[in-house]
């Protein structure tokens, strides 16, 4: 199993990423997929997930109204789209898959990408 993150980058405050995640070596369709993010000294902390129909999203308090989390199940692919981005988002951000429903808990996931750096510079 792989799932590769790509798109961070850097941005100013208030701008805009999309972040990628391309699974590979599982069903990708039965599984719920999570973007988390971690700073250093910090836990991971979860950020939004997406079950495996698309039909259950959770958004933590600080994404909302901000972030969407979107897949395709046809192209194994889960994508995040944050805008309005903050300094406090600046992050390593993981996609993170686990079967059907999403947890809050990193520890409930089976597979994790290698993350992507998010900074965003006021």
């Known amino acids: 199993v792989q799932l590769q993150a790509s798109g961070g980058g850097s941005a100013q405050a208030g701008g805009s990423l999309r972040l990628s995640c391309a699974a590979s070596?599982?069903?990708?369709?039965?599984?719920?997929m999570t973007w988390f993010r971690q700073t250093p000294g910090n836990q991971r902390e979860y950020v939004a997930g997406?079950?495996?129909?698309?039909?259950?999203?959770y958004y933590e308090d600080h994404a909302k109204g901000r972030f969407t989390i979107s897949r395709d199940n046809a192209r194994n692919m889960v994508y995040l789209q944050m805008n309005s981005l903050r300094p406090e988002d600046t992050a390593i951000y993981y996609c993170?898959?686990?079967?059907?429903?999403?947890?809050?808990?990193?520890?409930?996931?089976?597979?994790w990408g290698q993350g992507t750096q998010v900074t965003v510079s006021s």
């Open positions: 993170a898959a686990r079967e059907y429903v999403i947890l809050l808990t990193p520890p409930s996931y089976s597979y």
């Open positions: 070596g599982l069903a990708f369709s039965r599984y719920a």
């Open positions: 997406i079950s495996w129909n698309g039909g259950n999203i």
